[in-house]
């Protein structure tokens, strides 16, 4: 008999970017602009890849601190079609399961970008009231800081600091 139950959450964001769909998508991977977008949770790589665009296989291992702890949160990216999209699950840890899938649909003017985000948490009624009272949406704000980053960059000539290379 399992004594933990998981809950299932799942988040769904959708943003509008007036740039090249090729830009966004490697704006999103990008870590050192994941660097920029993270100051409030002091979140650092300390492993993997570390600089740069992350690729398919790779991983990339954070510190950070969330929810009033500092955290080691291992990410892999399990899939990527360039400049599609390309998901990202974390090492099981704290929850047991977190999967991003990012997509992106070119559109005439601009570029749609898809976040889609699944993860469960554990301890039964408990997980489920915290999900619905706090965590759902502190995940929800994460993502929409960090698109809101993806955006200024990608509409801006700050993208060129980026990926000049």
Request: hydrophobic share 40%; glycine share 4%.
């Amino acid at each position: 008999m399992k004594l933990t139950k998981t809950n299932l959450a799942n988040i769904h964001l959708t943003t509008f970017i007036q740039a090249p769909v090729e830009r966004v998508f490697d704006l999103s991977r990008h870590i050192d602009l994941q660097k920029k977008v993270v100051t409030r949770h002091q979140e650092e790589p300390v492993a993997g890849t570390r600089f740069g665009l992350i690729g398919k296989d790779e991983t990339v291992t954070w510190k950070a601190r969330h929810l009033f702890k500092t955290r080691l949160l291992r990410s892999r990216v399990t899939e990527m079609s360039r400049p599609f999209v390309f998901v990202d699950e974390q090492s099981p840890g704290e929850r047991p399961m977190v999967k991003h899938e990012h997509h992106f649909k070119a559109c005439n003017n601009g570029t749609i970008m898809i976040d889609l985000i699944h993860f469960e948490t554990r301890f039964g009624l408990l997980g489920k009231i915290f999900n619905a009272f706090y965590l759902s949406s502190y995940v929800r704000e994460w993502i929409e800081q960090r698109n809101r980053a993806i955006k200024e960059y990608a509409e801006t000539e700050k993208w060129k600091n980026l990926l000049a290379n």
